[in-house]
Nanobody, 120 residues
Framework: VQLQASGGGLVQAGGSLRLSCAAS????????TAWFRQAPGKEREFVAA????????YYADSVRGRFTISRDSATDTVYLQMSELKPEDTAIYFC??????????????WGQGTLVTVSS
């Protein structure tokens, strides 16, 4: 499966952005999909994941209550709605998929990333 992430940009602290992850080649229908991020000088970290049915969903503690992951089966797109953004959310955001249930690691296919910059 090929993944295309989009929707990144520059936003002020407290603002919102919605990232999209579109699949081609195969669909998300039997895959778990996750978002990860990597800030400058830091390791890549898990952000959120969703099962192919749309639930369950998992979130990193740092984003729980502010970010929402969702899946649109009609368009085979996974979204990450980000609200109450903070400067520490600045990173390149990647989407990834794996067969089976959503987990924090073990993702097999990765998109190219989209940059989110949150200004203070």
């Amino acid at each position: 499966v090929q993944l295309q992430a989009s929707g990144g940009g520059l936003v002020q602290a407290g603002g919102s952005l919605r990232l999209s992850c579109a699949a081609s080649g195969r669909t998300f229908s039997t895959y778990a999909t996750a978002w990860f991020r990597q800030a400058p000088g830091k390791e890549r970290e898990f952000v959120a994941a969703v099962a192919w049915r749309g639930s369950p969903r998992y979130y990193a503690d740092s984003v729980r209550g502010r970010f929402t992951i969702s899946r649109d089966s009609a368009t085979d797109t996974v979204y990450l709605q980000m609200s109450e953004l903070k400067p520490e959310d600045t990173a390149i955001y990647f989407c990834a998929t794996k067969t089976g249930v959503p987990t924090y690691t073990g993702y097999e296919s990765w998109g190219q990333g989209t940059l989110v910059t949150v200004s203070s």
